[in-house]
């Protein structure tokens, strides 16, 4: 895997445990894939995994406002519920065995076969994660046919990692159900996410362009979203890129608008999206007051939440609408009250370092690091390092620098196979720093 889509650390356990959340959230078995399997099977009832981690912020957010809602508790009640943390090397055998490719990953396991009914990309809100559940239980009753069977074998394949048969699959969902199929938002956004992950992005930024206006409002900005990406992000200037950003932007504007009006917690990161578009265009002032209405917007949702979880889970937004409006000094003791509050949770020290970086305070920006590194695991330790290095390099302290960018890189040759590969892009950016850090000096 080579990209991250832009959206886009739990404690270790050794056996089965109800995640860490309150009382009022749903009961997830941590991190252990044959208790939860075992479970399952006990009661007749199909297993729901959750692939996350604790520095993804959809997966924050999803745990905080999903995962928590009564709709959800009760529908789950069907299930037996596992959550994986893919920084944790206990769940490396069942990596190997379902691999993912981004953050938050949905699986729906027949548990009796341990065949894949589901399995969904990316964060989801709850009336679309009542709707995941719904497929799966359609799919795991044999009972589907025509464009649904073509869903569920497009759901089987990406499990598989075959993104391409995965896409060829959600496709012809797509071509064979009618304008008014309820599953097809989803099957436009599972083959759009398919694409992204066969690195065809043409064919991603094109597909979108052709179906995206056939969506419900609702579905269209998370699918302009993910082209848009393909057609920005794609490894060298392509003719068909231009135009494809073009057709796609007129949908963030519309969503975002809509956003602007209904007040929609759930889709704040189109701010963020719009601010940079509107950079892009040279807008530099439109894109500064949209910055700062973001950050408003950010601040006082999170000063809303009730528990400790809750208002991390809108720090990693806080943090960037903060940076872009240069309200860094001010969100500080935010963070540094998630960092108390949560004291296992490395991203809110991580955090911490790098508001403590921006603000030039470099020597509690290292101590925060050091926190920061004892809490982490697996491949999220490159980037920490990363961020340490960046650091030591502001503070004149280049050689120091290179020594923990050649640490980051050591570190990541010991990593397990399925962290290594899931850490590719933290591999990259460790080396292009150590680079440039070379033709700087």
Not at 237 to 248: C, H, R
Not at 311 to 329: I, K, M
Not at 396 to 402: I, L, M, T, V, Y
Request: aromatic share 8%.
């Amino acid at each position: 895997m080579k990209r991250l889509l832009p959206v886009c650390l739990m404690v270790l356990v050794g056996c089965a445990t109800t995640k860490a959340r309150p009382p009022e959230h749903a009961a997830f078995i941590q991190n252990d894939y044959a208790a939860a399997l075992a479970q399952a099977r006990a009661a007749r009832k199909p297993l729901f995994i959750d692939f996350g981690a604790v520095w993804c912020p959809p997966c924050r957010t999803m745990e905080a406002q999903v995962f928590a809602a009564p709709g959800f508790i009760e529908k789950a009640k069907d299930y037996v519920l596992l959550a994986v943390d893919v920084d944790d090397p206990i769940n490396e055998p069942l990596l190997e065995r379902f691999p993912v490719d981004n953050l938050p990953t949905l699986l729906v396991l027949d548990s009796e076969t341990e065949t894949p009914a589901l399995r969904w990309m990316g964060g989801a809100g709850l009336e679309d994660v009542l709707a995941l559940l719904d497929d799966a239980r359609r799919a795991l009753s044999a009972q589907v046919s025509g464009p649904e069977l073509l869903l569920l074998e497009g759901d089987r394949a990406h499990a598989r990692r075959e993104h391409e048969l995965a896409a060829r699959k959600y496709q012809e969902a797509v071509a064979q159900g009618s304008k008014q199929w309820s599953r097809r938002a989803r099957a436009v956004e599972s083959a759009l996410n398919a694409l992204w992950n066969a690195e065809a992005f043409q064919a991603c930024a094109e597909y979108a362009v052709k179906e995206v206006p056939s969506l419900d409002e609702a579905s269209r900005a998370g699918a302009a979203s993910t082209a848009y990406a393909c057609a920005r992000y794609a490894d060298e200037p392509k003719p068909w890129a231009a135009p494809a950003m073009k057709a796609l932007e007129v949908y963030f504007e519309k969503a975002f608008e809509q956003l602007r009006e209904r007040d929609a917690k759930g889709q704040t990161w189109l701010y963020g999206s719009m601010a940079d578009l509107l950079e892009e265009r040279g807008d530099k002032e439109g894109a500064r007051k949209l910055s700062e209405e973001y950050y408003a917007k950010v601040l006082a949702y999170r000063a809303e939440e009730t528990t400790a979880r809750g208002r991390a889970a809108w720090d990693a937004p806080l943090y960037s609408a903060a940076e872009s409006s240069g309200h860094l000094a001010d969100t500080l003791a935010l963070f540094v009250q998630t960092e108390r509050e949560l004291p296992d949770d490395f991203s809110a020290s991580a955090r911490v370092a790098s508001n403590l970086r921006e603000l030039g305070r470099y020597d509690e920006a290292l101590a925060a690091t050091d926190r920061a590194l004892k809490r982490a695991q697996g491949g999220r330790r490159l980037a920490v390092w990363l961020s340490r290095a960046r650091t030591l390099e502001r503070a004149g302290r280049k050689d120091e620098a290179r020594e923990d960018l050649e640490t980051a890189l050591a570190e990541a040759e010991r990593l397990p196979r399925m962290q290594r590969e899931f850490s590719q892009y933290a591999v990259d950016a460790v080396k292009a720093a150590l680079s440039a850090l070379d033709a700087g000096k």
